[in-house]
């Protein structure tokens, strides 16, 4: 039985001229323990349909279930990782993955042996993303890539079944992207957690995903849906390989067939001619 089951999941924004379609015909099944990645062109609506998976936009038709229930509102399940690190500067490394067991509506009826287990659990989270040594430093004591870190531990802290993750690497440099793929990577297989990662990056799709979801837009829809030829365990040399190569030519190719844009100098002349509108 898959984790999740997207039948027919279409959302039109209801804008005060006329409703915009946004998203239609979405179906895909995404299994436990899957590592997908949604990439596409802009406009194709890739973090709308995250959103609706988290629970935080409202589907205007279609069916969507996780572990057979319907998803119509924000739960435990599902956590989220953002593009910007949201980590909250008045705490500490260790007290911003612990947040949500510093929440009154958390804290109710907790025993104690309750307390030290989610102590315990901060503790690991803290070992396994390598930041042990900072741990009662401040957000603004930390770089970009550190800081990711700990917002992907505080995601983790209360043991969902699913990540959900919106370009969490977009601000990043490219080297620390590298180093936090195979980091996700890791805690992809320590934690067995099923994640959906979107991107703009075709790279990052193909190097991070089992399975690679293309997505068009206008309205948003699910055009490709590509499986990996990648062991599990991958190195970053891998993406010199002939398999990687081709599949990430083909993926870049649909995404500019769906766009009109066929070179790279398509796409300067786009920006010019929008350019020279303003």
């Not at 109710?108 to 307390?115: A, F, H, I, N, T």
């Not at 891998?238 to 030519?249: C, D, G, T, V, Y």
Request: charged letters at 20%.
């Amino acid at each position: 039985m898959s984790k999740v089951i997207f039948k027919n999941v279409g959302k039109i924004f209801p804008l005060s001229t006329s409703p915009v379609p946004a998203l239609e015909n979405v179906n895909l099944a995404i299994d436990d323990n899957e590592f997908v990645t949604l990439v596409g062109a802009s406009g194709c609506v890739k973090s709308t349909l995250l959103r609706i998976l988290a629970g935080l936009e409202y589907r205007t038709s279609g069916e969507l279930t996780c572990d057979g229930h319907p998803i119509n509102a924000p739960g435990a399940d599902r956590a989220m990782v953002f593009q910007h690190y949201s980590l909250y500067p008045w705490l500490s490394v260790i007290d911003n993955i612990k947040f949500s067991r510093l929440l009154k509506v958390n804290r109710e009826d907790l025993s104690s042996s309750d307390v030290e287990a989610a102590s315990g659990r901060a503790d690991a989270l803290l070992n396994l993303i390598g930041l042990s040594k900072v741990r009662d430093a401040y957000p603004n004591q930390l770089s970009g890539g550190m800081q990711q870190r700990v917002a992907i531990a505080r995601a983790l802290m209360g043991r969902p079944s699913m990540l959900l993750m919106d370009e969490p690497f977009g601000a990043l440099d490219s080297q620390t992207r590298e180093v936090m793929h195979d980091l996700i990577l890791h805690i992809h297989r320590i934690e067995k957690t099923t994640i959906v990662f979107v991107t703009h990056d075709v790279e990052e799709a193909v190097y991070l995903g089992q399975r690679v979801v293309l997505m068009q837009p206008r309205p948003g829809h699910i055009h490709s849906i590509f499986t990996v030829p990648l062991p599990e365990r991958r190195t970053q040399d891998m993406k010199h390989s002939e398999p990687f190569r081709q599949l990430r030519a083909e993926i870049l190719a649909r995404i500019r067939e769906s766009t009109g844009i066929t070179t790279d100098l398509d796409m300067l002349e786009q920006l010019n001619l929008q350019t020279s509108e303003l």
